[in-house]
Structures are given as structure tokens and as C-alpha cells.
């Protein structure tokens, strides 16, 4: 069980058994794109456009962005994090990045185990929830990312391949950690595919994750923000939104253009 210092939950157990309120996320991971001159063209969009209440928006950028991004961003309603994070503390681990480093950048969140990582460079569930650990204990929200291949769904898969990944994850940060995530189904065949899941496949997944962890705990469940990713864009986003157990979504490629964006989170305000 991780152990977590001064960090208190944004729902309070009591609240949550009377009335599960889950703001939804929308976060943009803009992978390996962007340059100075167009990242600051997108922020300045963002943060000058009308933005809509009762919805959270972030942006998750390269780590050599994070210095432009942080002074762009600072007192806007947009949170911004990073795609990746350290296992380890500090120390000799050449190209990695600590937790509290990003910190230092006021990241609020910071991705783990997302697919291309996974699959690139070997990542496997049991590093993925160390990595969640690390960030929690920074004082960052971890945004986990589970999903299943286009195979492994085809072989009627998906949810023994999510549950394992889920497991890793619980095993390791307990009901307590997880209260304090961000969860997000991203099933690889939709994911820069222009084939998104549909909102039943979605929902189907969410609320069986959902499932799972009031096996746990029924209270963190409640709570416990699941995004979707994988091709998620304005014309598909009011649909996904307004699933029961969408709460948001991770959005690659359509979160590089502002007015998609800005589109996206206007269909979770709805
Ligand atoms: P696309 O929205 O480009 O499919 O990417 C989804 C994703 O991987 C977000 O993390």
C-alpha cells in the first residue's frame, strides 16, 4: 500500500455515498508533437477562448515544454502534466524523469503506462503501478491507461487483459491510491486509428471497471474518474460523454487543434 503524505481527496467518503459527483476530464496528450512557436499559438487558444464551467481541461506535453507551458498556463483553468514519469526517486537513470521534478513544474498530472509505452519500450504492469506510485507520492494525479489490443478483442480478451492491468495497479497502490487517480480505457485499435469504440463498447468497459473496483471499495468507486481515449473528437464526443461511466476523455491527435479541443470539452459540459 503506497503511502501518501498531506494529501487529501477532492470528495470526501461521506459526500460520495450520498451522491457520486464526478467532474469530468478533458486531457489532451499531445505525444511527441508541437515547437515553441506552435504550442504557443495552441495555449494562447485555449486560454482565450470561452471555456466551460463544471468541466476540467489539462494538457499533457513533451517534458522540454513544460517551462513554456507553465507560464502560459499558470492562473488559466487548465491544468498541464506529463506523458511519462520515473519509477525511481532519483539517481543514476539516465533520459528518466522524477515525479518531484515535475512538481517543481506545477505539473498536476502525468500519464503512466500509456500503450505506446507499453508496447515501445517494454513497460509492464508491475512498472506501470510503480510508476503511479511515484507520482502520487509527488503529489501528482497519475492518469493509468488500460486497454486491450484489436487481437486480443477480437479473441474476446478485453477484459481479462484489463483486469490484469487493473490488478497490477490496486495490488500496488491499495483503494486509497486509486481514489486518487485517474483511470483511462484506451483500447489500442482505436487509438490514432480514426476508429473510435463506440459509446456502447465504451460504456460496456467502464462500468465493468467500475465494477471491479467497488469489489474493493465501493465508496472509491463511486469516485474514481475513468476517461476514454482513442480517437476521440468533436463529432463522436457528445456521444462518449454522455455515458454514464465516461468521465472524460484522453484525446491525442484532435487535442492539437483548440477549436477540436474546445469542442470536446463543450460536449462534456453537456
Ligand atoms: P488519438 O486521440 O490520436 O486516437 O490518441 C488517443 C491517445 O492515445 C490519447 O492518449
Known amino acids: 500500500m503506497v503511502r501518501i503524505q498531506g494529501i487529501i481527496p477532492c470528495w470526501s467518503i461521506e459526500q460520495e455515498v450520498r451522491k457520486p459527483m464526478r467532474r469530468k476530464l478533458i486531457a489532451g496528450n499531445w505525444k511527441m508533437h508541437g515547437s515553441l512557436m506552435q504550442n504557443e499559438s495552441l495555449l494562447r487558444a485555449l486560454i482565450g477562448a470561452q471555456s466551460p464551467d463544471h468541466v476540467d481541461m489539462a494538457v499533457l ?39 518531484s521534478m515535475l512538481g517543481e513544474f506545477g ?4 500519464i503512466v503506462g500509456h500503450s ?13 503501478a510503480r510508476k503511479a506510485q511515484r507520482a502520487l507520492e509527488a503529489g501528482l494525479t497519475p492518469i493509468v491507461c488500460l486497454g486491450e489490443s484489436l487481437e486480443q478483442r477480437e479473441r474476446g480478451e478485453t477484459k ?10 490496486i495490488e500496488v497502490l491499495g483503494a486509497e491510491g486509486i481514489s486518487m487517480s485517474t483511470l483511462a480505457y484506451e483500447p489500442i485499435w482505436a487509438i490514432g486509428t480514426g476508429r473510435s469504440a463506440t459509446a456502447a463498447q465504451a460504456q460496456e468497459v467502464h462500468g465493468w471497471l467500475r465494477q471491479q ?5 465501493e465508496t472509491v468507486a463511486a469516485g474514481l474518474r475513468i476517461l476514454y481515449g482513442g480517437s476521440v473528437k468533436a463529432s ?4 462518449l460523454m454522455s455515458q454514464p461511466d465516461v468521465d472524460g476523455a484522453l484525446v491525442g491527435g484532435a487535442s492539437l487543434v483548440a477549436e ?11
Open 61 to 99: 506535453v513533451p517534458a522540454p515544454y513544460l517551462d513554456q507551458v507553465r507560464q502560459i498556463l499558470q492562473g488559466t483553468n487548465c491544468a498541464w502534466g506529463a506523458q511519462d514519469v520515473s519509477d525511481e526517486v532519483r539517481g543514476a537513470f539516465t533520459g528518466e524523469m522524477a515525479a
Open 107 to 110: 505539473c498536476r498530472y502525468a
Open 116 to 128: 505506446e509505452r507499453r508496447q515501445r519500450h517494454g513497460e509492464t504492469d508491475a512498472l506501470v
Open 160 to 169: 481479462s487483459v484489463v483486469r490484469r492491468q487493473f490488478g497490477a495497479i
Open 213 to 217: 473496483m467497488a469489489e474493493h471499495a
Open 236 to 239: 463522436n464526443a457528445v456521444e
Open 260 to 270: 477540436e479541443f474546445l469542442a470536446i470539452a463543450r460536449a462534456a459540459a453537456q
